[in-house]
Nanobody, 120 residues
Framework: QVQLVESGGGWVQPGGSLRLSCAASGSIFSINAMGWYRHAPGKERGLVATITSGGSTNYADSVMGRFTVSRDNTKNTVYLQVNSLKPEDTAVYYC??????????????WGQGTLVTVSE
């Protein structure tokens, strides 16, 4: 099994910044893509950013230029630097990891979510 633990969420004023982290642990042989989704009140969960094991990234249009996804493969950790935050960025942010286990099982694993609140 794989466990993902997120940290770094909180309250911030508009224009502020946060750094979210997500560390994966367990019987992991390798991790392919990692990334972040978010679930805002009254909306469906949507893609924020993804990053492959080789470092290729993909972003939602709404966060392009403001958010940066990165990863440390030695620590099985993915980060999301969120800058120039807007009230509409308020959401629970979930990380995921497309992992292959030593057992040969390959699956997507998800964290429990970390809340980001942007308000005055």
């Amino acid at each position: 099994q794989v466990q993902l633990v997120e940290s770094g969420g909180g309250w911030v004023q508009p224009g502020g910044s946060l750094r979210l982290s997500c560390a994966a642990s367990g019987s992991i042989f390798s991790i392919n893509a990692m990334g972040w989704y978010r679930h805002a009140p009254g909306k469906e969960r949507g893609l924020v950013a993804t990053i492959t094991s080789g470092g290729s990234t993909n972003y939602a249009d709404s966060v392009m230029g403001r958010f940066t996804v990165s990863r440390d493969n030695t620590k099985n950790t993915v980060y999301l630097q969120v800058n120039s935050l807007k009230p509409e960025d308020t959401a629970v942010y979930y990380c995921y990891a497309d992992s292959e286990l030593y057992s040969g099982v390959q699956a997507e694993y998800w964290g429990q979510g970390t809340l980001v609140t942007v308000s005055e």
